[in-house]
């Protein structure tokens, strides 16, 4: 790595509608409960199967809009909440 060139930042990609409502449930959940929901009330919340939403949260963390601590349940942090 070059430490004479300067540090530029990326914009995250562009959240799709789905993405905004996950977002968007995470933070009204821990609003409402002052912990973090688990995948399975994620699923159950949208109405679907854990699968999908194990996926949409690894490309939701892969594109830094949140993060979770691997093996630890209730750790799903926002890190960039969604626009509206």
């Not at 995250?12 to 009330?41: A, S």
């Not at 679907?48 to 691997?70: D, F, H």
């Amino acid at each position: 790595m070059d430490m004479t060139q300067p540090l530029t930042l990326t914009k995250p990609k562009p959240l799709t509608y789905k993405q905004k409502q996950v977002l968007r449930l995470i933070i009204n959940f821990v609003d409402n409960n002052g912990y973090p929901p688990t995948i399975r009330e994620i699923a159950a919340a949208r109405g679907c199967a854990v699968c999908p939403v194990q996926y949409m949260l690894s490309i939701l963390r892969k594109n830094g809009y949140l993060t979770w601590e691997e093996g630890k349940p209730r750790t799903l942090r926002v890190l960039i909440a969604p626009e509206d």
